[in-house]
């Protein structure tokens, strides 16, 4: 999952990256160092993750802050090219929490959206969609695709057609891509 991260950095070339549920900064320092015009920053909502990825990485201190994503929206968080979360949005079970963190990141997101995340937890597609159909997202367009790297994969949501795989299911995210279905062209 760390290579799927760096790789979609690399692949996307955003200007800014923001994670959600930093923890102990690991993402946000491997980022920060090989990506170093990139603006990069890391929201958690424990402030003990905080103090520890600032013991860890005292080079990324600056670039952490406290932030709930299952809170109401705040202007205060960063708007970025890409917003991803490494097993975050999965651990949230309580009524529509896990909706409102996924609205948060696609409001705090100008371009791309990532979930590396366990897809059995959620159906993070159907999720998705039932948001942008609602006009809880602040995307006009919505492009899913699946993003796979090294054995693990990702849901990319992007505002953006991205020469990926088009994603249609969280089926079709579980089995994997099948070679017939690399790249549909609409």
Known sequence: NH?????A???LQPTSVH???CGGGDHVA???RLFPECAVSGGDRGLTQLEMAADRHPEIQNKLGLQDITMPYSSEWPKVDLVYSQAVIMHIHTAVS???ALSNMF???KKNVLLVENNQCHN???DIMALHCGGHLPWQNM???IFERHGSRGILASSQTLDLPILRSDTQLREGIKPSQRRLKR
């Open 30 to 32: 491997n980022i920060s």
């Open 107 to 109: 409001r705090c997101a």
């Open 124 to 126: 993070f597609v159907e």
């Open 143 to 145: 492009h899913l695709h």
């Open 19 to 21: 994670e959600v549920g």
């Open 98 to 100: 896990h909706l409102v």
């Open 3 to 7: 290579q799927l991260l760096l790789d």
């Open 9 to 11: 950095v690399a692949f």
